[in-house]
């Protein structure tokens, strides 16, 4: 070893400086980052501040302990789909074998978007932790199309040429259509509308974690092809729609209610501005 104060350093010999990076308790494990890759080296070096006593694992028996752990969570995974709609009637083999490879595990913080209102439609997503809230800010005239797009029956007075009605189609509001959770899938109605393709509204994580199975349409593509999923496809998405259009129609009756009354009263007022005073 050098005396780093002496005159006579040779700036050939490495030294090194250590930073305290941390300082490990009873029950504290360390070194199993090493052992995640065969060509990692050590990151850290570990200095004992009094006598200690280790458990030790080798290598050969974390990875193979690493392994068992995987595979648990492998299987609990092809479990949540098998126990889901549209996955129901598929063997766990052929699942996991053919199948389950075309899910990708994301995470999501809160308040991040997943979609967008007309953004083309790319992936739907399977919910295994946390709540997502759709919502769209439009038209009542746009909520009526939608309707009519998804199978509901519009609303004819709103075709009706006058100027109350045209003052209320074209006022914008912030519609919030609904919060989804564990279990739920997000944005398949939007791959089987055959009108645009595109999302219908916007979706945003509500709790401070989301955690998603995404699948990409090209693979929802190949899946649908199947000739059991698809009617399982089929079934859910039929169920799902019909909730959505009770929704979207109540959401529209109480808008379209509220600004009536309020372009009703409006009216009234420049009608007879002192009418209330008159009372």
């Known amino acids: 070893p050098q005396n780093l104060n002496s005159n006579q350093f040779d700036p050939k010999v490495k030294c090194y400086k250590y930073n305290l990076v941390t300082i490990l308790e009873t029950g504290a494990n360390f070194g199993d980052i090493a052992l995640q890759n065969s060509v990692q080296k050590r990151t850290a070096t570990v200095i004992l501040l009094e006598d200690c006593h280790f458990?030790?694992?080798?290598?050969?028996?974390?990875?193979?302990?690493l392994k068992n752990a995987k595979n648990k969570l492998r299987y609990k995974s092809i479990n949540y789909f098998l126990n889901g709609p549209l996955f129901k009637s598929i063997s766990s083999v052929v699942f996991e074998v053919k199948i389950f490879n075309y899910f990708l595990n994301?995470?999501?913080?809160?308040?991040?978007?997943?979609?967008q209102k007309g953004e083309q439609m790319q992936k739907i997503y399977f919910i295994k932790e946390g709540e997502v809230e759709l919502y769209t800010k439009t038209t009542l005239n746009e909520i009526n199309d939608i309707i009519i797009s998804l199978g509901g029956k519009g609303d004819r007075k709103l075709l009706e040429?006058?100027?109350?009605?045209?003052r209320?189609?074209?006022?914008k509001f912030t519609f919030r259509i609904g919060v989804l959770k564990h279990n739920e899938i997000v944005g398949l109605n939007d791959y089987i509308n055959p009108k645009t393709g595109n999302y219908f509204c916007n979706c945003e994580v509500s709790t401070s974690k989301l955690e998603v199975f995404s699948l990409e349409k090209h693979f929802l593509n190949m899946l649908i092809k199947d000739t059991t999923i698809n009617k399982n496809v089929k079934e859910f998405e039929s169920i799902k729609k019909n909730i959505i259009i009770k929704r979207l129609i109540s959401l529209y009756n109480q808008y379209k209610q509220q600004n009536l009354t309020l372009i009703n009263s409006h009216s009234e007022s420049s009608i007879n501005p002192l009418?209330?005073?008159n009372k």
Request: aromatic share 8%; net charge positive; hydrophobic share 30%.
């Open 275 to 277: 009418k209330k005073e």
């Open 161 to 166: 040429h006058n100027s109350i009605m045209e």
């Open 55 to 65: 458990g030790t694992l080798s290598k050969s028996i974390y990875e193979m302990c």
């Open 106 to 115: 994301e995470e999501f913080k809160k308040n991040s978007i997943l979609f």
């Open 168 to 171: 209320v189609k074209n006022q």
